[in-house]
C-alpha cells in the first residue's frame, strides 16, 4: 500500500523518566536517570525510522533540561515537542496558580533547550478530572494552545474542541469503563498488553465514533531489556508487581508498531491541529 492511500494516525510520545517517577512517588528517592531515558529514545527513534513514522513528543521539563546536545537536535529534526509538565506530578488537586506555575517553568526549561515554541501540553496521568476549570485557565495564561488531556466515552460531532474562552484546542482520547481505571485508547499499558487484534479494533472503532485516532505511548514502552527497579524482596511485592506490570510486554511493541504501520502512516499531531 502506497503511503498515500494509508489512513493517518497520530502518534504522541510522553517523554519521561519513568525510573525517576516510581522511585520519587513510591520511594521518595529523587534521582533522575537520563542515560537510561536516553537509550530508550534511540530504540524508538530507530523503530519510529524504519516506519517512517512522525510524533509529537511531550516531555518533562525537568528532563528536558538534562538531554544531550545530540539527542535534542535528534528530536528537533525529525520530531514536534510539546510540554508534559515540569516533573510528572499529579494535577488533580492542584490549584489554578499551582499548574500555572509548573506548566510556565517546564516550558521555560524545554524552550531554553529546544530553542522552538511550546504550544502543546499533555497532563500528566492525563490528571485534569474535574479540575478541568483550573487546569485550562492555568496552562492558557502559560501560553499552551493545544491540549491532549481529556478522556471521554462520547465525542460530538467534530474531533477536537474548540475552548474558545481560554484560546485552547483540545484533542480529547477516547476512553472505556469508569473511574481511575478506565482504560484510555489506545496506548500505554494497554498498548503493550493487549493483543494487537484488539488494538485494531479499538482504533477503528475510535474512528468511527469520530475521535481523532492518536495512539500514545511513553518513551520505555519499547525497552525490553531495562533491569527491574526493585531488588526481589517479600517487603515489597506490591511495588515489585507494579513494576513488573510496566515492564511486560514491551517486548511486543515493535512489532504491533511495523503492523499497524502497512494499513495506518504514523503522523505528528502537530501536523494536524495546525491544519485543521
Ligand atoms: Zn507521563
Redesign the pocket.
Given at each position: 500500500m502506497s503511503e498515500k492511500i494509508k489512513q493517518p494516525i497520530y502518534l504522541t510520545v510522553?517523554f519521561?523518566d519513568y525510573r525517576y517517577?516510581f522511585s520519587r512517588d513510591f520511594l521518595s528517592i529523587k534521582k533522575y536517570y537520563i542515560d537510561e531515558v536516553e537509550r530508550q529514545y534511540w530504540i524508538l527513534r530507530n523503530i519510529f525510522k524504519k516506519i517512517n513514522a512522525k510524533a509529537l513528543f511531550?516531555i518533562?521539563g525537568e528532563v528536558a533540561e538534562k538531554l544531550s546536545e545530540d539527542l535534542v537536535n535528534d528530536i528537533n529534526l525529525n520530531f514536534d515537542i510539546g510540554s508534559?509538565?515540569l516533573n510528572?506530578l499529579k494535577l488533580l488537586k492542584m490549584s489554578e496558580d499551582e499548574i500555572y506555575r509548573d506548566t510556565k517553568k517546564s516550558i521555560e526549561l524545554i524552550e531554553n533547550k529546544f530553542l522552538k515554541k511550546i504550544e502543546h501540553y499533555?497532563a500528566?496521568?492525563f490528571s485534569i478530572d474535574k479540575n478541568e476549570t483550573n487546569y485550562y485557565k492555568a496552562i492558557s495564561k502559560a501560553g499552551i494552545k493545544f491540549s491532549s488531556s481529556l478522556r471521554q466515552k462520547k465525542n460530538n460531532s467534530k474531533k477536537v474542541i474548540n475552548l474558545n474562552e481560554y484560546g485552547i484546542t483540545e484533542i480529547p482520547l477516547r476512553s472505556i469503563g469508569f473511574g481511575l481505571k478506565r482504560i484510555t485508547v489506545i496506548g500505554g499499558s494497554y498498548f503493550r498488553l493487549m493483543p494487537i487484534s484488539l488494538i485494531e479494533k479499538l482504533i477503528s472503532d475510535t474512528i468511527k465514533l469520530n475521535f481523532l485516532p492518536l495512539i500514545y505511548i511513553?518513551n520505555y514502552e519499547a525497552d525490553y531489556l531495562a533491569p527491574p527497579i526493585m531488588k526481589k524482596n517479600k517487603l515489597n511485592l506490591k511495588l515489585q508487581s507494579n513494576d513488573y506490570l510496566r515492564r511486560l510486554g514491551r517486548s511486543t511493541v515493535e512489532k504491533k508498531l511495523i503492523y499497524l504501520s502497512k494499513k495506518y502512516s504514523f503522523q505528528s499531531l502537530d501536523n494536524f491541529v495546525k491544519n485543521y
Amino acid at each position: 500500500m502506497s503511503e498515500k492511500i494509508k489512513q493517518p494516525i497520530y502518534l504522541t510520545v510522553d517523554f519521561e523518566d519513568y525510573r525517576y517517577n516510581f522511585s520519587r512517588d513510591f520511594l521518595s528517592i529523587k534521582k533522575y536517570y537520563i542515560d537510561e531515558v536516553e537509550r530508550q529514545y534511540w530504540i524508538l527513534r530507530n523503530i519510529f525510522k524504519k516506519i517512517n513514522a512522525k510524533a509529537l513528543f511531550y516531555i518533562v521539563g525537568e528532563v528536558a533540561e538534562k538531554l544531550s546536545e545530540d539527542l535534542v537536535n535528534d528530536i528537533n529534526l525529525n520530531f514536534d515537542i510539546g510540554s508534559h509538565s515540569l516533573n510528572h506530578l499529579k494535577l488533580l488537586k492542584m490549584s489554578e496558580d499551582e499548574i500555572y506555575r509548573d506548566t510556565k517553568k517546564s516550558i521555560e526549561l524545554i524552550e531554553n533547550k529546544f530553542l522552538k515554541k511550546i504550544e502543546h501540553y499533555r497532563a500528566p496521568y492525563f490528571s485534569i478530572d474535574k479540575n478541568e476549570t483550573n487546569y485550562y485557565k492555568a496552562i492558557s495564561k502559560a501560553g499552551i494552545k493545544f491540549s491532549s488531556s481529556l478522556r471521554q466515552k462520547k465525542n460530538n460531532s467534530k474531533k477536537v474542541i474548540n475552548l474558545n474562552e481560554y484560546g485552547i484546542t483540545e484533542i480529547p482520547l477516547r476512553s472505556i469503563g469508569f473511574g481511575l481505571k478506565r482504560i484510555t485508547v489506545i496506548g500505554g499499558s494497554y498498548f503493550r498488553l493487549m493483543p494487537i487484534s484488539l488494538i485494531e479494533k479499538l482504533i477503528s472503532d475510535t474512528i468511527k465514533l469520530n475521535f481523532l485516532p492518536l495512539i500514545y505511548i511513553h518513551n520505555y514502552e519499547a525497552d525490553y531489556l531495562a533491569p527491574p527497579i526493585m531488588k526481589k524482596n517479600k517487603l515489597n511485592l506490591k511495588l515489585q508487581s507494579n513494576d513488573y506490570l510496566r515492564r511486560l510486554g514491551r517486548s511486543t511493541v515493535e512489532k504491533k508498531l511495523i503492523y499497524l504501520s502497512k494499513k495506518y502512516s504514523f503522523q505528528s499531531l502537530d501536523n494536524f491541529v495546525k491544519n485543521y
